[in-house]
């Protein structure tokens, strides 16, 4: 099937966050988890009426407008399953989103303007699934990305269920109901903190017995939503704006207290020290409505390398002089 997407639109580059984390610092690059890109298609297991179906997804063309072609590779198939799939690829590529009053704001921004240039067409690429995104949050925080990668992999393996397809096994993320019978020693045999084992083992069975409606998230207003999640252990203000930027589609989230965005925004503004979350949030007032892509742009900025952010840094601070001048 053909989706059409409003322009401008680039699959690469929406992609890049979850395809090409950055090179670890021996060089070594990051394996496939759930995402993987095959002859230039991009590939995933998602759940799908109940079931498990691969998915692959590349750019096309319809009535000479950009479009994304989605096609099922394993599991069930069927109108209703493809017009879920379509809902979910909709969904998660931003195909309908109008980026261009972000693109128009970032323009009066010298800092975010080569950014834009840099990475335009980029879409902050949305989960699947709110409980992964959740679950790896939990998992991600105050741990640095070599570490939680390494702890992700072990509870896909361990919890996970796979599908084979041309020789290849693509993982799923583990389901409430997998967790939900866990044990916090299970986890912790997973190099899975106590406390966080708890709290992701606490949240599965809050889904699972429906006093936690994840997607029903999807219909509330932003703040509603992030109360609703911050109402359970584990979840604090990062964990409930990371799942409201890669889960439920907020545009103005605005996790200030994450270490990336305040070494980018030192970086590119040019501060002589890290800003504290306070200073991110008056910093952030010009970006109001599109916090959430503005953090996306910066943190894609450590998925270049050295040179290119050198590079990127001299000409921000030229751009600067030559206004002031």
């Not at 095959?38 to 998602?46: F, L």
């Not at 000479?64 to 379509?86: I, Q, Y």
């Not at 890669?246 to 605005?254: I, K, P, Q, T």
């Not at 040019?270 to 910066?298: C, D, H, M, N, V």
Request: aromatic share 8%.
């Amino acid at each position: 099937m053909l989706i059409p997407v409003r322009e401008p639109f680039s699959l690469q580059r929406t992609l890049r966050f979850v395809l090409g984390p950055p090179l670890l610092l021996n060089g070594r690059r990051f394996e496939p988890l759930l995402d993987h890109l095959v002859e230039d298609e991009y590939r995933r297991v998602a759940d799908i009426s109940g079931q498990p179906v691969l998915y692959g997804v590349k750019e096309g063309r319809v009535k000479n407008r950009m479009a994304l072609r989605v096609r099922g590779l394993a599991g069930p198939d069927g109108p209703a399953v493809r017009e879920k799939l379509r809902g979910l690829v909709e969904r998660q590529f931003s195909t309908a989103l109008d980026v261009a009053p972000f693109y128009a704001l970032a323009q009066r921004d010298p800092a975010l303007a080569p950014l834009v240039a840099q990475f335009r067409g980029m879409r902050i690429p949305q989960s699947p699934a709110i409980f992964e995104t959740l679950v790896c949050a939990i998992l991600e925080q105050q741990i640095n990305l070599s570490f939680a990668h390494q702890v992700k992999k072990a509870l896909i393996e361990a919890c996970g269920c796979h599908l084979k397809f041309e020789g290849r096994r693509y993982h799923t993320f583990p389901e409430p109901a997998a967790l939900a019978i866990a044990t916090p020693a299970q986890l912790r045999r997973l190099q899975i903190s106590g406390p966080k084992a708890r709290y992701i083992i606490g949240i599965a069975r809050t889904v699972l017995d429906g006093n936690l409606d994840l997607e029903g998230l999807r219909g509330l207003d932003p703040a509603a939503a992030d109360a609703k999640l911050r109402a359970h252990q584990g979840v604090g203000p990062w964990t409930a704006q990371y799942v409201g930027l890669r889960a439920l589609g907020h545009l103005d989230s605005l996790p200030a207290t994450d270490v990336g965005l305040q070494k980018a925004v030192q970086r590119f503004y040019g501060l002589r020290k890290l800003p504290t979350p306070r200073r991110i949030e008056q910093i952030a007032r010009a970006w109001a409505g599109w916090r959430s892509y503005a953090t996306f742009y910066f943190w894609l900025t450590f998925w270049e390398d050295r040179e290119w952010n050198r590079r990127m840094t001299d000409e921000i601070r030229n751009t600067r002089r030559r206004t002031r001048s």
